[in-house]
């Protein structure tokens, strides 16, 4: 490392320490407030005008309810690169249990997956970058809505996207909290990190009848049982070992709800998760082949697809980078990888515009590790400076690396 990296990481880490307080604070102002998907009012205009007061120009109603903001001082040597830093907004629809003196205040709604965390060390970030000489642009994306898409389906980074925020930019950032990584600790892993998530419902139809005459009928029950038989086979059967997948059928409903009735029709809804586009497309083929056994005895089906959001990949050469800038600020031993996650995120959409990398960041409460998406979500705090300090340097070589790209 040159003395002037070292410089620039040592004024970088002093300063996001120095904001810790700060950015715990925000943290627990925003999980006592939480909003919905594309409800993220408040949120967005606390972003709004706390990046204003450090000298961005703000942009507003970006992706619905989503804030973007560009930071560049007037310097004769501005390089004209931007690069862009993403913070998620949104809570979800779950009533917290948990005890603490920032509980949420909004009935139904908590951040139970660290939005709360993301947007603090995110603004945090933002101010450091404006005491810092990056020599390019730096664009902060509040991104609403990556929890749950509006009535088309769509997500806050599809909308954000739709409304061009990613114009100019060379490469995007982010980081997501790991409930369950030790605190202090970062994992950066170049490749796919999360999965693609995508829903399907199958309506299997037959001919109902009476329970004392199933010659006379096309049991959907019996053949929808098939069907879950076969789809089951998928991965085990249908997809390579190396390629990890998943498919859950989480819901089977009939049309009777009587013992003596056989169904005439029965509904299917589930999931399958991928890390492969390729393997992705294979199992909508093989759900496909799976269905067909309700036709060949007698009956019909149909099955609709909801893709979500594809698989989250980290651009090597910009993981590389942001693993070096952690490791610059917080030593090798605290700079891990761990295995790609199951869970979902719509930052791969940026990532699959621009080069891009995700990092994950450790909250795990020793002795007490809470689960995303639950009522008793939460996080040690103690390292979100960490996020600051990484996302804060990493923005930074990135304006210098593609600089000298140029």
Request: net charge negative; charged share 25%; with cysteine.
């Given at each position: 490392?040159?003395?002037?990296?070292?410089?620039?990481?040592?004024?970088?880490?002093?300063?996001?320490?120095k904001?810790q307080?700060k950015?715990?604070?925000?943290?627990r102002?925003?999980?006592?407030?939480?909003?919905?998907?594309f409800?993220?009012?408040e949120?967005?205009?606390?972003?709004?005008?706390?990046l204003?007061?450090?000298?961005?120009?703000?942009?507003?109603?970006?992706?619905?309810?989503?804030?973007?903001?560009?930071?560049e001082?007037?310097?004769?040597?501005?390089?004209g690169?931007?690069?862009?830093?993403?913070?998620?907004?949104?809570?979800?629809?779950?009533?917290?249990?948990?005890?603490?003196?920032?509980?949420s205040?909004?009935?139904?709604?908590?951040?139970?997956?660290?939005?709360?965390?993301?947007?603090?060390?995110?603004?945090?970030?933002?101010?450091?970058?404006t005491?810092?000489?990056?020599?390019?642009?730096?664009?902060?994306?509040?991104q609403?809505?990556?929890?749950?898409?509006?009535?088309?389906?769509?997500?806050?980074?599809?909308?954000?996207?739709?409304?061009d925020?990613?114009n100019?930019?060379?490469?995007?950032?982010?980081?997501?909290?790991?409930?369950?990584?030790?605190?202090?600790?970062?994992?950066?892993?170049?490749?796919?990190?999360?999965?693609?998530?995508?829903?399907?419902?199958?309506?299997?139809?037959?001919?109902?009848?009476?329970?004392?005459?199933?010659?006379?009928?096309?049991?959907?029950?019996?053949?929808?049982?098939?069907?879950?038989?076969?789809?089951q086979?998928?991965?085990?059967?249908?997809?390579?070992?190396?390629?990890?997948?998943?498919?859950?059928?989480?819901?089977?409903?009939?049309?009777?709800?009587?013992?003596?009735?056989?169904?005439?029709?029965?509904?299917?809804?589930?999931?399958?998760?991928?890390?492969?586009?390729e393997?992705?497309?294979?199992?909508?083929?093989?759900?496909?082949?799976?269905?067909?056994?309700?036709?060949?005895?007698?009956?019909?089906?149909?099955?609709?697809?909801?893709?979500?959001?594809?698989?989250?990949?980290?651009?090597?050469?910009?993981?590389?980078?942001?693993?070096?800038?952690?490791?610059?600020?917080?030593?090798?031993?605290?700079?891990?990888?761990v295995?790609?996650?199951?869970?979902?995120?719509?930052?791969?959409?940026?990532?699959?515009?621009?080069p891009?990398?995700?990092?994950?960041?450790?909250?795990?409460?020793?002795?007490?590790?809470?689960?995303?998406?639950?009522?008793?979500?939460?996080?040690?705090?103690?390292?979100?400076?960490?996020?600051?300090?990484?996302?804060?340097?990493?923005?930074?070589?990135?304006?210098?690396?593609?600089?000298?790209?140029?």
């Amino acid at each position: 490392m040159s003395n002037s990296t070292k410089t620039s990481s040592a004024s970088v880490l002093e300063k996001a320490k120095k904001l810790q307080s700060k950015i715990v604070e925000l943290r627990r102002h925003l999980h006592a407030n939480p909003e919905l998907s594309f409800h993220e009012f408040e949120t967005a205009k606390l972003s709004a005008e706390k990046l204003a007061q450090l000298g961005y120009s703000v942009k507003t109603g970006v992706g619905k309810t989503g804030v973007v903001a560009d930071f560049e001082k007037n310097d004769k040597n501005n390089s004209g690169i931007t690069i862009a830093v993403r913070a998620d907004m949104d809570g979800l629809p779950i009533e917290e249990t948990n005890k603490a003196s920032y509980l949420s205040k909004n009935k139904g709604v908590m951040h139970a997956c660290g939005h709360d965390a993301h947007v603090s060390c995110g603004l945090a970030a933002a101010e450091i970058l404006t005491g810092e000489e990056t020599g390019g642009r730096i664009r902060m994306l509040m991104q609403p809505a990556e929890e749950f898409g509006d009535d088309e389906g769509k997500s806050g980074a599809y909308r954000m996207l739709e409304d061009d925020a990613l114009n100019g930019v060379s490469a995007v950032i982010g980081l997501h909290m790991d409930a369950g990584l030790e605190a202090g600790k970062v994992a950066i892993m170049p490749g796919p990190v999360m999965a693609a998530a995508d829903g399907f419902t199958i309506k299997i139809k037959g001919v109902g009848g009476h329970g004392a005459y199933p010659e006379t009928t096309i049991d959907a029950v019996v053949l929808g049982a098939q069907v879950v038989q076969a789809v089951q086979q998928i991965v085990s059967r249908r997809v390579s070992a190396l390629d990890p997948a998943i498919i859950t059928i989480g819901s089977f409903h009939s049309s009777s709800s009587r013992g003596n009735v056989i169904s005439e029709e029965v509904v299917l809804e589930g999931t399958f998760r991928t890390f492969n586009e390729e393997v992705r497309k294979h199992i909508v083929e093989e759900l496909d082949k799976a269905c067909s056994i309700a036709r060949m005895l007698g009956g019909d089906y149909e099955i609709k697809y909801e893709m979500g959001y594809p698989t989250t990949v980290n651009d090597p050469e910009i993981a590389e980078i942001m693993k070096r800038a952690a490791i610059d600020l917080i030593g090798a031993e605290n700079v891990i990888t761990v295995k790609p996650k199951t869970w979902s995120e719509d930052f791969s959409m940026f990532a699959q515009k621009v080069p891009g990398a995700f990092m994950f960041l450790g909250g795990e409460i020793k002795g007490d590790t809470r689960l995303h998406h639950s009522p008793t979500f939460d996080l040690d705090e103690s390292g979100l400076w960490i996020g600051t300090a990484v996302l804060a340097e990493t923005a930074k070589r990135l304006v210098k690396h593609f600089e000298a790209k140029k």
